[in-house]
C-alpha cells in the first residue's frame, strides 16, 4: 500500500472528485443523530412524555454504534447530540447526500470511522496525540504507526512532516486504513438487530484485532 496523496483543509467539491477515483472512502466524523433524539425534535409526543432518566438521557445522548464501540474500547464517542463534534456532522449529512448514500451503515463505498477507537483496537496510543501542544507525542506516535505498519509506504516523506504537524492529516490515514480495513471485512459490523437504526443514525465500523497487519 501506498499514500500517494495528503492534504488538509479540501473542500467538498475535492473530497468528492477524491472519492470518485477512490474503491472506497472513510470519513471521520457522524453520519448521523440518535433516533430518540431526532423524535424529540421532531415533537414525537411518544418521547416528550417520557420521564427524564439516566436511561433516557443516553438514549438521547448516544447512538446505537456509540454504545457498541463503549463496549469494545472502553471508552464513549463523543455525543454527536451534545458535543462540538455536532459541527462536522452537519458538514457530513450534506456530503453524504452529495455522495449519493442511502445506507448510512456502511454501503460498501462509504464508511464512517474513528480513528481512536483503531488506535486502541490495534494497540496504539489514542489520547493525547491532538492539537500543536502535543506535537512530540504526535510524533512519536507516527514513527511508532510506521514501524507497525511497515507494508505502508508513503510517497513524499513531507506527508510525514504533514502528520506530525497536523493531527488532521494522521486521522485522515487512519480513516483510509479503516474504510480498508471494512471493505476487507476486518470490522465489526451492526447486528441484525441494530441495523435499522444504523442505516439511520450511521455505524462507526471499528477494526478487529490484529487487523493492521493485514491491510496491505
Not at 448516544?62 to 463534534?85: A, E, Q
Not at 471493505?183 to 455505524?203: F, M, N, Q, V, Y
Amino acid at each position: 500500500a501506498r499514500v500517494e496523496e495528503l492534504e488538509v483543509g479540501a473542500d467538498d467539491d475535492a473530497l468528492i472528485q477524491w472519492h470518485q477515483q477512490a474503491d472506497v472512502t472513510g470519513i471521520d466524523a457522524p453520519f448521523g443523530w440518535p433516533v430518540p433524539f431526532v423524535q424529540m425534535v421532531d415533537g414525537d409526543p411518544q418521547v416528550l412524555d417520557q420521564g427524564w432518566t439516566p436511561e433516557r438521557r443516553n438514549e438521547l445522548r448516544f447512538r446505537i454504534t456509540d454504545h457498541r464501540v463503549c463496549k469494545l474500547t472502553g471508552s464513549w464517542p463523543l455525543s454527536v447530540s451534545s458535543d462540538l463534534i455536532a459541527v462536522p456532522a452537519m458538514r457530513c449529512i450534506a456530503l453524504l447526500h452529495r455522495l449519493g448514500v442511502i445506507d448510512r451503515s456502511g454501503d460498501g463505498r462509504v464508511y464512517e470511522t474513528y480513528p481512536a477507537a483503531a488506535l486502541r483496537v490495534w494497540g496504539l496510543r489514542a489520547t493525547g496525540y491532538k492539537g500543536t501542544a502535543k506535537r512530540s507525542n504526535r510524533e512519536e506516535l507516527v514513527a511508532e504507526f510506521m514501524r507497525r505498519a511497515q507494508w505502508l509506504a508513503v510517497a513524499k516523506t513531507q506527508f510525514l512532516q504533514l502528520m506530525i504537524d497536523r493531527d488532521d492529516a494522521f486521522d485522515a490515514l487512519l480513516a483510509a486504513l479503516i474504510a480498508r480495513a471494512a471493505k476487507l471485512g476486518l470490522t465489526h459490523p451492526p447486528d441484525d438487530d441494530d441495523r435499522s437504526h444504523a442505516t439511520i443514525e450511521g455505524w462507526i465500523h471499528v477494526p478487529v484485532e490484529g487487523s493492521l497487519e493485514r491491510l496491505f
